[in-house]
């Protein structure tokens, strides 16, 4: 009797395949974790550890932040003030493409990074906002960042943390500053910055204000001057003094801007006013590490 072998339907190599799957699944995806912590600690200190935990946190927080920076928030019909501070002729088109931003907190630019010379020019004219002591602007370890120090505004009437106004990164030169919405808007619109991942509001604002935009760092000494302008929108909208006024006789009396914000009533504490005390931080340096 004739027996007839038949091949197998499939060569072994393909039994192997589930098996290989099975035990390269793990390897890739502790290749990719190992990979993207590293990116983490290299955005540098900020305001979430660098640490393991303080990893995990920024994932979970990265399912809920914006998908996408660059889209202004909505001004409800009973915002009051409709308008900002800034217009368009103290805020022209920033040249170039946007810089790369990565991270959340920290969050960092990683391309179009300032001069050493510029940056300085940078913190020199922030710190030069606290000698007037009309613009009733000190600074302080920032509430936010922790590891550089801010502007804060001695008689804020915007709830922000602590009455934070700003706080430049040394790593990057970028800042951090909150901003009346249509100010925000324009800043998106003529590309010198973007809103916050953070920035929705509700409960997120334990961690940042929801007006809270990142500005990128000056290239140029003129840039310095673009950038101061919107610090001083910034100034204007935590604590309502205008300190780009051009009459320097002219008294700078505090203009109540919010007479009716529903953003600001209400609104929770943030994170690191609970955590910390605001308005009870340390002295910084501008210069500090970021």
């Given at each position: 009797?004739?027996?007839?072998?038949?091949?197998?339907?499939?060569?072994?190599?393909?039994?192997?395949?589930?098996?290989?799957?099975?035990?390269?699944l793990p390897l890739l995806s502790l290749h990719y974790i190992h990979t993207d912590y590293n990116?983490?600690?290299?955005?540098?200190?900020?305001?979430?550890?660098s640490t393991p935990l303080g990893y995990l946190k920024i994932k979970l927080l990265s399912l809920l932040s914006l998908r996408n920076p660059l889209r202004p928030q909505s001004i409800p019909a009973h915002f009051r003030p409709q308008k900002g501070y800034l217009?368009?002729?103290?805020?022209?088109?920033?040249?170039?493409?946007?810089?790369?931003?990565?991270?959340?907190?920290?969050?960092?630019?990683?391309?179009?990074?300032?001069?050493?010379?510029?940056?300085?020019?940078?913190?020199?004219?922030?710190?030069?906002?606290?000698?007037?002591?009309?613009?009733?602007?000190?600074?302080?370890?920032?509430?936010?960042e922790k590891h550089s120090s801010g502007l804060f505004?001695?008689?804020?009437?915007?709830?922000?943390?602590?009455?934070?106004?700003?706080?430049?990164?040394?790593?990057?030169?970028?800042?951090?500053?909150?901003?009346?919405p249509a100010d925000a808007a324009l800043v998106i619109e003529n590309g010198w910055g973007e809103r916050h991942p953070l920035a929705r509001g509700g409960w997120f604002r334990r961690f940042v204000?929801?007006?809270?935009?990142?500005?990128?760092?000056?290239?140029?000494?003129?840039?310095?001057?673009?950038?101061?302008s919107m610090v001083a929108a910034s100034v204007w909208w935590v604590s309502g003094m205008d300190v780009l006024v051009a009459d320097e006789g002219k008294g700078r009396d505090q203009k109540m801007v919010v007479e009716d914000l529903a953003s600001a009533k209400g609104a929770n504490e943030c994170w690191a006013c609970r955590m910390h005390g605001c308005g009870k931080g340390r002295v910084g340096k501008m210069m500090s590490e970021a």
């Open positions: 009797m004739i027996t007839l072998t038949l091949p197998p339907l499939f060569p072994p190599i393909f039994h192997l395949l589930p098996t290989l799957l099975t035990l390269s990116r983490f600690l290299a955005l540098g200190p900020g305001g979430t550890p217009a368009l002729a103290t805020l022209p088109l920033r040249s170039g493409p946007r810089p790369v931003v990565e991270g959340i907190a920290p969050q960092r630019q990683q391309t179009q990074r300032p001069s050493p010379t510029v940056y300085a020019q940078l913190t020199a004219a922030l710190r030069a906002l606290t000698t007037d002591p009309r613009n009733c602007v000190v600074e302080k370890k920032s509430l936010i505004a001695s008689t804020p009437i915007t709830r922000v943390c602590g009455g934070e106004i700003c706080h430049a990164h040394a790593v990057d030169g970028s800042l951090h500053m909150s901003l009346h204000p929801k007006e809270f935009m990142l500005v990128y760092a000056p290239r140029s000494e003129a840039e310095v001057d673009v950038v101061m």
